[in-house]
């Protein structure tokens, strides 16, 4: 969980730096987005292939490597944003690089270690890590700026990283399988797994494109947002940086405190006798729906201008968005428990390969709010619209 948080502490750095980095360098929407979208190219590159050396080696070991090469990206980005945004999108595309082993990674430890019917608890807490991290990131970016200048984020952040590699081995060590997981003997076999992953099966399987299918369209709202919305309040409400890093902040933390209780909510009904596949369904409509409601109210409430603004403005999009990521939190009993259900042995391969899918709105969606804010001139147009669709 602690991995995750780091990742998602350098993905929204950039989400709150690139706007003091955009007024001092004189960047226009597109260059934000190009920026931010270059995180994800990298990203998306390695899913597949970390899924397959998860399944291979086993998820510690693989882990450990990924956090130390986001870690130097994430180090070495002021030196590159100086050097020119060729560079600083090469340090991005790095920390995404890397960042792309931990989904698969932890998901093969988690196949292996939990059993099902803890199975939607233990990937609440460990992928609540991200929106902790979200909003650990969040809460420390606006203040860190206003005192030490933006380049503090990156030295800060990855520095706590390099700190988790030298503390991780000792940690992986003491590791002990959860009771009902997979034994001792098993765990060790299993890191030493050689076997091939049956791909021809897993491309003809309609519940694997539906995973994945619904991991692309999870993720243009959760990457765009993630992106873009520290910007769309300073932007759209003419707000400060500390202060649309703390609106931000908001809807991160209504996330974490509710994932907590959708995982064991899900594992009651699992008890209680509910079909697994309902429950997951059930529980990502509900992530879908909700949040296609919030964000296309988010869209008629948005501003044309700062000067629009009312003073209502600023507390009922705060609430549309803090409603939107209460119900994207329903993901993490839907679709990021059904990698594990599918197939527990391949999980961090199947994962692999939706997370592929699922990194394509970071590329594609990220750039595209840019360009569309630049062409148009509105963010409901820009931001809103496409993840509602």
């Not at 991005?92 to 990674?105: I, M, N, Q």
């Not at 270690?113 to 807490?125: F, G, L, S």
């Not at 991290?133 to 203040?143: D, I, K």
């Amino acid at each position: 969980a602690l991995a995750f948080v780091l990742a998602n502490m350098d993905k929204v750095n950039m989400s709150v730096a690139v706007i003091p980095i955009a007024k001092e360098l004189g960047w226009t929407a597109t260059d934000r987005g190009l920026v931010s979208s270059a995180f994800f190219w990298g990203y998306a590159l390695t899913q597949i292939p970390a899924g397959i050396i998860a399944t291979r080696l086993g998820g510690s070991s693989v882990l450990l490597v990924g956090v130390f090469l986001w870690s130097l990206g994430t180090f070495l980005g002021p030196q590159a944003a100086v050097a020119g945004l060729p560079l600083l999108c090469f340090s991005r595309f790095l920390v995404g690089l890397a960042e792309g082993f931990a989904p698969s990674s932890v998901t093969n430890v988690l196949s292996r270690v939990v059993p099902a019917n803890e199975r939607a608890r233990a990937v609440a807490v460990v992928w609540g890590g991200m929106d902790l991290g979200s909003a650990v990131g969040l809460l420390l970016c606006g203040p860190l700026i206003a005192l030490l200048g933006w380049h503090s984020v990156f030295y800060l952040f990855g520095f706590v990283g390099f700190l988790w590699c030298a503390a991780w081995p000792r940690f992986a060590r003491r590791a002990v399988p959860l009771e009902g997981g997979a034994g001792e003997e098993e765990q060790v076999a299993s890191e030493k797994e050689t076997e091939e992953v049956p791909w021809g099966k897993v491309l003809r399987s309609v519940p694997v494109w539906a995973v994945t299918v619904a991991h692309f369209c999870y993720n243009w709202g959760y990457y765009t947002l993630l992106a873009w919305l520290p910007s769309y309040f300073e932007m759209s409400l003419g707000i400060d940086v500390a202060k649309s890093s703390f609106l931000t902040l908001i809807p991160y933390l209504a996330m974490t405190c509710m994932t907590p209780i959708v995982g064991p909510s899900a594992d009651r009904l699992v008890d209680a006798g509910w079909s697994t596949t309902h429950i997951r369904k059930l529980f990502q409509g509900i992530a879908f729906v909700g949040a296609a409601v919030a964000l296309a109210a988010a869209a008629f409430f948005t501003p044309a201008t700062p000067a629009a603004a009312t003073a209502l403005s600023q507390p009922i999009l705060v609430g549309l968005v803090t409603l939107t990521f209460l119900c994207q939190s329903f993901s993490r009993a839907g679709l990021y428990c059904n990698h594990q259900d599918l197939s527990p042995k391949f999980s961090g391969a199947l994962l692999g390969l939706s997370n592929t899918a699922g990194a394509l709105p970071g590329v594609i969606g990220v750039s595209l709010v840019g360009k569309l804010l630049d062409l148009t001139g509105s963010w409901s147009t820009a931001l809103f619209m496409p993840a509602v669709a």
